[in-house]
């Protein structure tokens, strides 16, 4: 992967490059929609969603005090906590249910992202389970771990790829799930290897562009099954990458 700083030349000939002959494709993180409006809420990053799953798990009236202490005192990941927002003995389903359309459907983006969001890409990838950006997109065949894809449609069409999931989906279907921890992750990927394949394919002919991507904190979910091929790909940093950021 090709880590820059965002004001180096390179960088812009690299993207500009990329983009006039179609081999430049967005892969959105939650840095893009974060403290954006929600239906009944604000979309969070996830400092801010762990602290919310906390609070829920903390009014739920299906478990005792004792068991809710245990559970926020033992747990300080969002992967980790999120495994029991999603246990129906944890949260109640409807009030589960609730929170997530609330916090995460209906979001409105300022003009600048929709510009971003409206440029000629091949196709989109995200991260975030928030409807942001088909809200704000036409055109786009919408894919989602939870469903077989056929590769033939898929290699035919422009398509937004949400790795975790959709909360408009989430709200509509009640099969659907949402990806947050380690456990739906690795499964979403054994039931669905012709996603895997795809995003395979398209890391090794085409360059993603990370943006509002953190390395550590959702990249890595990437490197479940196997290791993806980044070489072509950019990530941008507002400050200079340190070594350890190179060697990635």
Not at 155 to 178: Q, V
Request: aromatic share 10%.
């Amino acid at each position: 992967m090709n880590i820059f700083y965002f004001n180096e030349s390179k960088a812009k000939e690299l993207l500009v490059s990329n983009y006039r002959h179609s081999q430049l494709i967005p892969f959105f993180g939650t840095g893009l929609t974060k403290g954006e409006k929600a239906k009944r809420g604000t979309v969070p990053d996830g400092k801010m969603l762990l602290d919310e799953l906390r609070r829920e798990i903390k009014k739920s009236k299906n478990i005792s005090e004792s068991d809710k202490d245990s559970i926020l005192s033992n747990t300080r990941s969002l992967k980790g906590i999120f495994d029991f927002f999603e246990d129906d003995d944890v949260i109640d389903g409807c009030a589960r249910r609730n929170y997530l359309i609330n916090t995460f459907c209906g979001v409105k983006i300022n003009s600048v992202k929709r510009q971003l969001l409206n440029l000629d890409w091949p196709s989109i990838v995200s991260l975030n389970i928030d409807d942001a950006i088909e809200s704000a997109t036409d055109g786009y065949h919408l894919i989602t771990p939870n469903k077989k894809i056929s590769l033939e449609r898929v290699k035919s069409s422009k398509c937004i790829i949400k790795l975790h999931g959709c909360a408009n989906e989430y709200a509509h279907y009640e099969d659907t799930k949402i990806i947050f921890t380690w456990r739906s992750y690795a499964d979403s990927i054994h039931t669905n290897k012709s996603l895997l394949h795809y995003i395979q394919a398209i890391a090794e002919s085409t360059a993603f562009v990370f943006i509002g991507c953190s390395l550590d904190e959702e990249l890595d979910l990437m490197q479940i099954p196997q290791p993806m091929v980044f070489s072509k790909s950019i990530f941008i940093k507002k400050g200079k990458p340190d070594f350890a950021e190179k060697k990635i």
